[in-house]
């Protein structure tokens, strides 16, 4: 739109690895497409206190490798409050921002909702998160990355798994979400997965049990998503502990170690694709979207879809995570 002149661009919520390249993406399409560019400090928090510097192609030299975000985020309370948004909304003003690229996940887009609404602001989001639980598209910005340090810290598990004939509950992140633990499990072929989208349906432990675990190996691994609706691996391990003495029951909390790294290939590939198009979604005059890649095409998904319209499991990855673990 021709109205647009300075993009303002942050990153909020939890971090996660490719932010950078994605930070990187939208300031060099802006800069390419003779938009100017500032960064704002520390999320939604930036807009508050003000924390914005001028972007140049330099800024973001040499940061597509790095994990985190060199835009840092944080939580920002103030900003759930209408008070504090119109307080974002002059600084904006102020600093003579009149578009914004928001990066982050699920909470970070409602924000973006309800401030673009209140005030008639442009903003385009780029979905940011390992957790991979925004809908419209097939993986959100870190989720790869992550998925493969989970992968390679179970393959360093089974290891004494397979040596000490252990059972081994290793808690992954995802929040609500069980993309992580599910492919996970099948990436490291371990022999169950225990998510939340599932746990109403079925006792997955009970089933697990039911099984025998697996009779034909030595090792089990089950990979458990941390929501509160499966309880957590401890919770878990516990429930197995009590009812069965006789296995050796361990449990490993991944924790942070999955937020940070180097990106992979994929999402320094998938942020720059959608950083890209964030800028074009602008210059068409789209508002209040999110960039979504589903099937190798670029979507634009409307905040209201991409946030907390479950972006279901796949029945046929927990089908073959069945069939090869017998
Ligand atoms: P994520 O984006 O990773 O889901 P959070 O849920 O912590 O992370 O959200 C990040 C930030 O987005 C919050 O600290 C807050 O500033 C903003 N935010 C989240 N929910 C809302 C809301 N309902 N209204 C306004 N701002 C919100």
């Known amino acids: 739109m021709s109205q647009i002149k300075c993009i303002g661009i942050l990153t909020s919520g939890g971090d996660a690895p490719g932010m950078n390249a994605a930070i990187r993406a939208v300031t060099r399409a802006a800069i390419y497409n003779g938009f100017e560019v500032k960064g704002i400090y520390r999320g939604y928090k930036g807009l508050i206190t003000g924390e914005i510097v001028p972007f140049r192609t330099q800024n973001v030299s040499n940061i597509i490798q790095q994990g985190g975000t060199i835009l840092k ?94 059972l081994f509950f290793i808690e992954v992140m995802g929040r609500d979400a069980g993309f992580l633990a599910l492919n996970g499990a099948i990436a490291t072929g371990s022999e169950a997965a225990i998510i939340p989208e599932i746990s109403t349906e079925v006792d997955q432990l009970e089933e697990l049990i039911k099984n025998g675990f697996r009779k034909s190996k030595n090792s089990s691994i089950v990979l458990v998503a941390e929501s509160p609706i499966t309880g957590g691996a401890m919770h878990l391990a516990e429930r197995v502990q009590k009812e069965y003495p006789q296995y050796d029951v361990r449990v490993t909390i991944l924790g942070h170690i999955q937020r940070g790294g180097s990106p992979t290939a994929h999402d320094r590939i998938l942020a720059s694709r959608m950083g890209a198009a964030a800028i074009d979604a602008l210059i068409e005059g789209q508002r209040n979207v999110m960039i979504g890649i589903r099937n190798n095409e670029i979507e634009y998904v409307p905040f209201n879809k991409a946030i907390k319209n479950d972006k279901p499991i796949d029945r046929e990855l927990l089908n073959t995570l069945r069939k090869l673990s017998i």
């Open 73 to 166: 985020t944080a939580r920002c309370q103030e900003f759930k409050t209408p008070e504090g948004r119109k307080v974002a909304y002059d600084t904006l003003m102020k600093e003579g921002i009149d578009a914004l690229v928001v990066i982050g996940g699920d909470g970070t887009l409602t924000g973006a909702r309800i401030f673009a609404s209140e005030f008639n602001f442009p903003i385009v989001g780029l979905p940011g998160t390992i957790d991979n639980d925004l809908y419209g598209t097939d993986t959100t910005i870190g989720y790869d990355t992550a998925l493969n340090t989970i992968m390679d810290a179970v393959d360093k598990i089974r290891d004494t798994a397979t040596s000490h004939e252990r």
